[in-house]
């Protein structure tokens, strides 16, 4: 078994991640300088980032002899390592060629994008992302593909091949 962590964000992420992180401060601040009405916003905005991170953001992939393991904090699921007929690293010019233009459905922007993105040549993409390079395309039989960003990409498609 060989585990990767999610990637580190890339530098575009991060810049996101942290202007969304002050949205919840910001609505804070201005309820504790007079404005109740915006500690509703703030506690909802927070409630998301919170599902966000123990939900939606995994937080490695382990590969093992069977299968690779995805992992959040509060779930797990698997991709039968028998179900995959390829995994490749891609980069934005042939990912972009491959799948046309798409259009993410979960979140995007704090700590990456996370969920399904809809494609325009292969339709819906299970997408776990949190750069914008070192992107891996799985490829199942009969299923949708996997679009990941784990830790050493290159060593993480050699273990899926091994």
């Known amino acids: 078994m060989r585990t990767f962590r999610l990637a580190p964000m890339c530098p575009a992420m991060l810049t996101i991640t942290v202007v ?3 949205l919840p401060v910001a609505f804070g601040v201005g309820a504790g300088l007079g404005h109740p009405a915006l500690g509703l916003p703030a506690a909802i905005v927070i409630a998301i ?14 590969v093992g002899p069977r299968a690779v393991e995805v992992v959040w904090p ?23 060629r491959d799948i ?15 969920g399904w993105l809809w494609t325009q040549r292969r339709g819906i993409v299970q997408m776990y992302v949190s750069r914008v390079d070192g992107f891996v395309w799985i ?7 996997w ?3 784990p830790e050493e990409p290159e060593a993480f ?3 899926l091949a091994g």
């Open 74 to 96: 509060l779930r797990r699921t698997e991709i039968a390592r028998d179900g995959i007929v390829q995994a490749r690293m891609v980069d934005r010019r042939q990912l972009r």
């Open 157 to 159: 498609v050699r273990a």
């Open 147 to 149: 679009l990941l960003t």
């Open 20 to 22: 969304m992180l002050a």
């Open 49 to 62: 980032y919170a599902w966000i991170w123990l939900c939606l953001r995994p937080t490695r992939f382990v």
């Open 139 to 145: 490829e199942r039989a009969g299923d949708r593909p």
């Open 100 to 114: 046309g233009w798409g259009m993410r459905v979960g979140a995007g922007g704090l700590w990456g994008g996370f």
